[in-house]
């Protein structure tokens, strides 16, 4: 043995230039648009009318809106498939991005509801009624 890894990977000590911000290539809200469908393979490979039905992507629907995990024939003319070792980390991006968000509309709804709060409870600084006179 030459020292050479075989499979890959996830540990740190196998990779290099590791960072948390992603080229374009990687930028996982195109699966946002990601169609979800259900089907089963034809008869002529391994399926056919009574086999189960799956839920799944379609690898040309994969390569349109998150090429980084689509994989592609010999010629790479056509798409055959997608790679969940790719599509996993991408999704689990978007949950954490989704998460940050969310934190932070929760916040920002928290101040305004105390903002409201102590509107209606008169200790907000609203004007006082005679800020606005009426014509007798």
């Known amino acids: 043995s030459d020292g050479t890894i075989s499979a890959a990977s996830s ?6 230039d590791i960072t948390s911000e992603l080229d374009s290539y990687f930028d996982p809200k ?15 490979y391994g399926g056919g009318d009574d086999s189960p039905l799956y839920i799944t992507f379609i690898a040309e629907d994969v390569a349109k809106y998150f090429p980084a995990a689509a994989r592609w024939n010999k ?5 055959d498939t997608w790679e969940m070792s ?18 932070d509309l929760k916040t920002r709804l928290e ?3 105390m903002q409201m709060e102590e509107f209606i409870n008169g ?4 004007k006082s009624d005679n800020a606005y006179p009426t014509r007798s």
């Not at 540990?11 to 290099?16: G, V």
């Not at 991006?93 to 998460?99: A, G, W, Y």
């Open 11 to 16: 540990s740190r000590r196998y990779k290099q």
């Open 111 to 113: 101040k305004l509801e």
């Open 30 to 44: 195109g699966i946002y648009n990601l169609p979800v469908c259900q089907a089963r393979y034809r008869k002529e």
């Open 86 to 103: 790719d599509m996993f980390p991408a999704v689990v991006k978007l949950i954490q991005d989704q998460h940050t968000e969310i934190e």
């Open 123 to 126: 200790s907000g600084n609203r």
């Open 75 to 79: 010629d790479h003319t056509e798409v």
